[in-house]
């Protein structure tokens, strides 16, 4: 049963830019910390890319995406959003979207890989090459 669903993923030029939605229909996320991850390609380990808390909406992100990307969550559409600008290539992957067991959790031990309930299923974010 899917309950997380993520889109927006595609073909990219270094320099563009995309924004990745993650949509739930069947579950709410409004009191839940939400996240991001990435699997880059060759097997990589899956890493946290963006977090975000349920209340006053603090974000948390990795290094490399910093000033680049903004993490955003609309608790009446029920979605969380990634906005990524000035992509490179090392930002290229399946991109997850993630959300807390608890309600009101701490999204700081959620980046940290702790406490995921749910995954969606993915999308691929590449280039042409």
């Known amino acids: 049963q899917v309950h997380l669903v993520e889109s927006g993923g595609g073909l990219v030029q270094p320099g563009e830019s995309l924004r990745l939605s993650c949509a739930a229909s069947?579950?709410?996320?409004?009191?839940?910390?939400m996240g991001w991850f990435r699997q880059a390609p060759g097997g990589k380990e899956r890493e946290p890319v963006a977090?975000?808390?349920?209340?006053?909406?603090?974000?948390y992100y990795t290094d490399s995406v910093k000033g680049r990307f903004t993490i955003s969550r609309d608790n009446a559409k029920n979605t969380v959003y990634l906005q990524m600008n000035s992509l490179k290539e090392e930002d290229k992957g399946v991109y997850y979207c993630?959300?807390?067991?608890?309600?009101?959790?701490?999204?700081?031990?959620?980046?940290?890989?702790?406490?995921?309930?749910?995954w969606g299923q993915g999308t691929l974010v590449t280039d042409a090459s």
């Open positions: 993630s959300r807390d067991l608890r309600n009101f959790g701490n999204m700081r031990l959620l980046c940290g890989g702790a406490n995921v309930e749910m």
């Open positions: 069947d579950v709410t996320l409004d009191r839940y910390a």
């Open positions: 977090c975000i808390s349920p209340s006053d909406g603090t974000t």
